[in-house]
C-alpha cells in the first residue's frame, strides 16, 4: 500500500482547477461547444504527447465534450495521444461509441487491450491521510474514509473535498483508492463490491495501525461510484460505521434494504447526501431519501444549486456542517 504525493506536477493547479470548474458548469447547462472553447482556451496543446494525472483528467473531459459533439476524428486523437505515452484509455465507456466505426479503430482498441492488462498487473492500493493540527499520537480520532468516483482517483477527489473542513473538526481524514483499474491511473469501486469491501477494508485496518482511532467515530464518504459503495458498506455493516456523508449517490446498492434501514436506526446512523439541483429529482436517491424518512432515520439532503453531478463552490462550509450532523 503506498501514500500518493498531493498533486502531479502542473504549472498553474489555481487554473486548472477553475477551468474544470468552468467547463463543469458549461456541461451541465448543455453548452458544449462553450465549454470546449473554454477548456481549448486554456489549454491550446491538447491533446498533448507530455501526460500526467491531471493532464489525462483534462483530455478526458475534452472526449466527454467532443462525444456530445460527434466529433469522432477528434476523439480518436486523443485516445492516440494516450497511447503515446504509454496511457490506456476507458474504451468500453458510452463516450467512446462514436468512434467505434472509423477504420482506425480496431487497432487502437487492440493497443488499448495490452496496456490495460500490462497495468493491472501494477496495480497498488493508494492511500493519503491527513492529520489535524497539533495531532497528538497518543489521543484517538475521529476517522473519514473518503472514496472517489468511478474513472478518478485520489487526486480528482482530493480537488474536490476540503479537506481543511475536516480536519478542522478534528477528523483524520484518508483518501482511498480502489484496486479496480479502468485505464491508466484511474480506478472503480463499482464493478467488483467485493474486491471494494476489501480494499475499504484494508485501507481502515492500515489507518488504524499506523494511528489511534475512535472506532465509535468512523464516517465513511465518497462521490458517485465511492458515494453508492459507502452506502452499501454502512448498511452492509461491514465497519463500525456512525455514518455517511455522500456526494451524488445516484444508484441505490445492493445492501440498502428495508432490513438493514431499521438495524441503522437501531445502531444511531446519520447520514447526509448531496445531489446538484439541476439534475434532480434522480429516482433511486428520492427511493432512499423516501426509505429513511419513513423509518425515521436522522439523514440530510442537500440540494446544490446551479450544478448537476459535481462538488458545491461552498462545499467547505456545507461539509462542515454535514459532518457536524452525522457526528451530534
Known sequence: MTKSNHWAQI??????????????????QGKFVEALRVLEGAYPGLPTESLH?????????RVFLLSRLERAAETLDVVQAFHKTGYSCPLDWAIFDLVRALPEYEDVEQENVRLIAAE????????????????????????????????????????????????????????????????????????????????VRAYYESVCQQHLIDTSSLILGGFSGGAITAIDMVFGEALPAKGFVCLCPIRKPDHFTPAAIDKAVQRGIRGVFFEGATVWPINAEEEMVTAMRDAHMPFELVLNEGIGHASPPDFDAKLGQALDFVMS
Open 11 to 28: 504549472s498553474d493547479k489555481k487554473l486548472f482547477v477553475q477551468v474544470q470548474d468552468d467547463v463543469d458548469r458549461l456541461f451541465d
Open 53 to 61: 494525472s491531471q493532464m489525462q483528467d483534462l483530455l478526458m473531459t
Open 120 to 199: 493491472k498487473g501494477n496495480a497498488e492500493l493508494d492511500l493519503l491521510i491527513y492529520l489535524p493540527k497539533d495531532y497528538d499520537s497518543i489521543k484517538a480520532y475521529p476517522l473519514i474514509l473518503l472514496m472517489h468516483g468511478d474513472g478518478q482517483n485520489n487526486d480528482v477527489m482530493q480537488r474536490m473535498w476540503p479537506v481543511e473542513a475536516m480536519l478542522e473538526r478534528g477528523f483524520i481524514v484518508a483518501f482511498i483508492q480502489s484496486s479496480q483499474l479502468v485505464y491508466t491511473g484511474h480506478t472503480l469501486w463499482l464493478d467488483d463490491p467485493a474486491t471494494a469491501w476489501r480494499d
